[in-house]
């Protein structure tokens, strides 16, 4: 949902999902094991085009390793205090 990212790179997943559910195929699905190999196949090479189309500062910012970031961010500093727990009772 990022804007930063180019409409042609956001129909890549919704395109390779209508591909996979659709019954028109490259290969047909009878056409064992070969017919589900090309659907195999555009499952996994959809995210990955759709990663490297996309802005690479945008993929570092959603993958959480921009440079920007500074390693104080990952840092609470907070107050705490040990408690007792209390003795356990005799019989």
């Given at each position: 949902?990022?804007?930063?990212?180019?409409?042609?790179?956001?129909?890549?997943?919704?395109?390779?999902l209508?591909?996979?559910?659709?019954?028109?195929?490259?290969?047909?699905?009878?056409?064992?094991?070969?017919?589900?190999?090309?659907?195999i196949?555009?499952?996994?090479?959809?995210?990955?085009i759709?990663?490297?189309?996309?802005?690479?500062e945008?993929v570092?910012?959603?993958?959480?390793?921009?440079?920007?970031?500074?390693?104080?961010?990952?840092v609470?500093?907070?107050?705490?205090?040990?408690?007792?727990?209390?003795?356990?009772?005799?019989?």
């Amino acid at each position: 949902m990022d804007r930063r990212v180019s409409l042609r790179s956001k129909l890549i997943i919704p395109i390779a999902l209508i591909y996979f559910f659709s019954p028109i195929d490259l290969i047909p699905d009878m056409i064992l094991p070969f017919g589900r190999i090309d659907d195999i196949i555009c499952l996994i090479l959809a995210p990955l085009i759709f990663i490297c189309t996309c802005p690479i500062e945008v993929v570092r910012e959603h993958l959480g390793k921009n440079k920007e970031t500074k390693k104080d961010e990952s840092v609470l500093e907070a107050k705490y205090r040990h408690v007792d727990s209390p003795p356990e009772e005799k019989e």
